[in-house]
Nanobody, 124 residues
Framework: QVHLVESGGETVQAGGSLRLSCKHSGTSPSSCQAWFRQLPGKGREGVAGLYPFSGDTVYADSVRGRFTISHDTAKNTLYLQMDNLKPEDTAMYFC??????????????????WGQGTQVTVSS
């Protein structure tokens, strides 16, 4: 059974940094994993994706150069390092995983397993 638990969300001032963590269990080594975010009343948008088997990463245009996705295999943990945060980054952040080969290409439909979310608030 796949289980994902996010942590690390908090309130931070604009320009600051945060690191989100997603402890996962039950996933295979080749699972694709990603971070999504969601604003109230809106759909989830992909932030960053990772393919652990190949090491390939993908980023949304809005965060490229500021956010970094990474994975620690020994700790079964996915990370999202967020630097130079902006008020528009305020959202609930979710980690997601699936065993597919091209998960990111399908957006939220590409991921069958989700965490409960962690709130990030960036004050101006």
């Amino acid at each position: 059974q796949v289980h994902l638990v996010e942590s690390g969300g908090e309130t931070v001032q604009a320009g600051g940094s945060l690191r989100l963590s997603c402890k996962h269990s039950g996933t295979s080594p080749s699972s694709c994993q990603a971070w999504f975010r969601q604003l109230p009343g809106k759909g989830r948008e992909g932030v960053a994706g990772l393919y652990p088997f190949s090491g390939d990463t993908v980023y949304a245009d809005s965060v490229r150069g500021r956010f970094t996705i990474s994975h620690d295999t020994a700790k079964n943990t996915l990370y999202l390092q967020m630097d130079n945060l902006k008020p528009e980054d305020t959202a609930m952040y979710f980690c997601a995983a699936d065993s597919g080969a091209d998960c990111w290409d399908h957006g939220t439909a590409g991921y069958g397993f989700w965490g409960q979310g962690t709130q990030v608030t960036v004050s101006s």
